[in-house]
Structure formats: C-alpha cells, structure tokens
C-alpha cells in the first residue's frame, strides 16, 4: 500500500468513527433518526467525506481490496452532495447501521497488517 492509501484509509477510518459517535450522541434509532434533520444532516456530511476519501483511493488498492462496495459509497456521496432531493434515508440509515461499521473493521484490519 502507498503512503497516499494509507493517509486516505486513515480519514475513512476517522469519519467512520464520527459516524459511529453520531449515532451513540443521538440514539441507535431509526424513529430518532427519520425525524431529526440534525441527526440526518451530520450523518449525510460523513457520508460526503467517506465518499470523497474513498475517490482518493488508488485503482489499485480498489481492485486489491474488492471485499466493499466503493463504487456504491460514492454513489451515496453524490446523492448526498448533489441531489439532495434524491436521498432515501431508509437505505442511508442501512448504510449507517450495517456497511459503516463493516467498512471501519475492514480499514482496521487492512492498517493493522499493511
């Protein structure tokens, strides 16, 4: 891995954290999380910076690391920068709940052996 993927995973992992505390700060909850434009607008900003850390990441540490959807992360990027209109939050909080923590295990991992 090149000095510029390991600083970028770093930010990924940095943003995964401040995910991860958003959701402790305003509650595990879906009903929560629906109906509280703060809850969705920190969360939507994190998604804004995984995404654009995840677009500085080299062709080949993506085809080395095929495991995530980087491709999806930044799709939900765009939408959440660009297309506001176009956000479904029932999908953002899956990818809150389900593929930033599987994406903050995998960083964890790939920085711990690399």
Not at 54 to 78: M, P, T
């Amino acid at each position: 891995m090149n000095d510029k993927d390991r600083k970028n995973l770093e930010y990924l992992l940095y943003h995964c954290n401040r995910m991860q505390r958003h959701v402790e700060y305003f509650g595990d909850d879906w009903t929560e999380y629906s109906s509280n434009e703060h809850y969705q607008a920190a969360c939507g900003l994190e998604i804004v910076e995984i995404g654009e850390y995840v677009k500085r990441l080299s062709s080949e540490f993506l085809e080395e690391h095929d495991k995530i959807d980087w491709s999806g992360l930044i799709g939900l990027r765009i939408i959440h920068a660009h297309h506001y209109e176009g956000i479904m939050y029932d999908l953002v909080w899956e990818v809150i709940k389900k593929d930033i923590p599987e994406l903050k295990e995998y960083i964890e991992k790939i920085l711990s052996t690399e």
